[in-house]
């Protein structure tokens, strides 16, 4: 299987940059094929804007859809965002590694969606090829995440309610809406403070999911 894993986390020393080695060497090991998208040391322009489109065609109203479609088909779209499409492309699998910020992904993480996931290339709108329909239909996608709160506060009755209805917006309504079969996340609580044997066995309990998931 083509393993294509997006790590947002700006430190290489940092327990999620541990977590995506580990997978790295987990994977290769087990005979995947493994690609590794580190926004941070790519510094991957977050924001979509203007620039993500060199060579528009609409000249008077600029539509972002209508220049994602454009852009797609003529190979025309900023050239970072053409490189991650085709890494996605190869790909069979999405792991996406990142800790938990304000309840959601680091905004890196969710501007590489707004730029990569382009309109043509992962949904077809206005043929209503979306959910089952999905272009990405046949990959897999996948949430692992680290927060600095322990379980018991992300659950359904907990203060800051049900983590799964935190990410709904991400493996609901990105990867099940582009077609994606979910893989079911993984979670680290209580990542901010850990001894180095809390570590370790938590990158290990993380290998052995993997395996049974990949
Ligand atoms: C902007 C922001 C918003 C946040 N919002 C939330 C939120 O909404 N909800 C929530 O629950 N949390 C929140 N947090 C906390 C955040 O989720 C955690 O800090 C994060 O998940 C911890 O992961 P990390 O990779 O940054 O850990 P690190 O800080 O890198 O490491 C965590 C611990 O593991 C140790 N460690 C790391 N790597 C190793 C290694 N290789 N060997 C031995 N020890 C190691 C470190 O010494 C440290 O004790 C927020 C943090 C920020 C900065």
């Known amino acids: 299987m083509n393993v294509l894993i997006v790590y947002a986390h700006p430190y290489p020393a940092s327990f999620n940059a541990a977590m995506k080695d580990r997978a790295v060497d987990v994977l290769l090991k087990a005979g995947h094929e493994v690609k590794v998208s580190d926004l941070y040391a790519m510094k991957f322009k977050a924001a979509l804007d203007q620039d993500d489109f060199p060579d528009p065609c609409s000249r008077s109203f600029f539509s972002i859809p209508n220049e994602m479609m454009a852009g797609f088909v003529r190979g025309k779209l900023a050239p970072d965002v053409m490189a991650e499409i085709a890494k996605v492309k190869w790909a069979d699998m999405l792991l996406f590694q990142f800790p938990i910020w304000w309840s959601s ?96 066995a938590e990158l290990d309990r993380w290998e052995e999911y993997l395996l049974s998931v990949a």
Request: aromatic content about 14%; overall charge negative.
């Open 105 to 200: 992904m680091p905004a890196i993480l969710k501007g590489w969606f707004d730029r990569v996931f382009v309109q043509g290339f992962v949904v077809d709108l206005p043929n209503g090829m979306i959910y089952a329909d999905g272009l990405l239909k046949g990959k897999k996608a996948m949430i692992s995440t680290t927060m600095g709160s322990s379980a018991d506060l992300y659950t359904e009755d907990g203060p800051h309610g049900d983590l799964n209805l935190h990410l709904k917006s991400l493996w609901h309504n990105t990867f099940e809406f582009c077609g994606m079969e979910v893989v079911p996340s993984f979670y680290v609580f209580n990542a901010g403070e850990m001894e180095e044997f809390q570590v370790e």
